[in-house]
């Protein structure tokens, strides 16, 4: 069975703070992708960030940066130096090869940055 | 801006009643998926299109239905609505075939807003 759990259903921190999002899977696929979504108030779903099975660096874009530790089966996710922008909800999500492209979500994090 | 139009932004009718969804994909991208946004389910896949023919159903209801044109754009029909249908659908497109389209990455729209009275 896919499954995707953020433990996690709310967070809120102080601007500038570091904080870490949690995201752990389960799949018996032997390739699959994983990806971080991004839905700030006004709805929106925004592609963060893709990564595959088989390329397990670190990734980092900015104040983003990627932890996909298959060991854990985990694929956390960390903002640096947040900001009141980063407020949102954020979702991790998998694709396995065997189910057709779609994503199986996660619960979801909301996040909320406070000045 | 993903490059997928979903219409109406906002829909608010009531119960018993029939609606259609309509969603513009990416240009070129050939997959098109439906999502379903609730409170107490999360963001649930409903049924995946691909160049035409339906190609995966998730946990869609038997009064629901879509169909993908020949121009590409899909539509989400939702029949004999229930309170319980007050949701956020999203629909989503990616350019690949079946085989190779659980490596990219879905473009959702944004979202249209169903509620049911």
């Known amino acids: 069975a896919q499954k995707v759990t953020q433990a996690q259903t709310e967070i809120s921190v102080v601007e500038k703070e570091d904080v870490t999002l949690d995201c752990v899977y389960e799949?018996?696929?032997?390739?699959?992708?994983l990806f971080w979504y991004k839905q700030p108030p006004s709805g929106e779903l925004v592609f963060l960030i893709r990564r595959n099975s088989f390329d397990e660096q670190n990734e980092i874009s900015g104040r983003y940066s990627w932890n996909f530790q298959k060991s854990t089966s985990s694929f956390n996710f960390t903002i640096t130096a947040s900001q009141v922008v980063d407020s949102a909800v954020y979702f991790c999500?998998?694709?396995?090869?065997?189910?057709?492209?779609?994503?199986?979500f996660g619960q979801g994090t909301e996040l909320s940055v406070k000045p | 801006d993903s490059g997928v139009t979903q219409t109406p932004k906002h829909l608010i009718t009531a119960t018993g009643q029939r609606v259609t969804l309509r969603c513009s994909p990416r240009?070129?991208?050939?997959?098109v998926y439906w999502y379903q946004q609730s409170l107490d389910q999360g963001l649930q896949f409903l049924i995946h299109y691909y160049n035409g023919e339906e190609r995966a159903k998730g946990n869609i209801l038997e009064r629901f239905s879509a169909q993908q044109f020949p121009d590409l754009h899909s539509e989400l029909n939702l029949s004999s609505l229930e309170l319980g249908d007050s949701a956020l659908y999203f629909c989503?497109?990616?350019?690949?075939?079946?085989?190779?389209?659980?490596?990219?990455?879905?473009?959702f729209g944004n979202g249209t807003r169903l509620t049911v009275t």
């Open positions: 240009s070129g991208d050939l997959s």
């Open positions: 989503a497109s990616s350019p690949t075939e079946l085989r190779s389209s659980y490596n990219s990455p879905l473009h």
């Open positions: 799949t018996r696929d032997t390739t699959y992708y």
């Open positions: 999500a998998l694709s396995g090869n065997n189910q057709g492209g779609k994503l199986i």
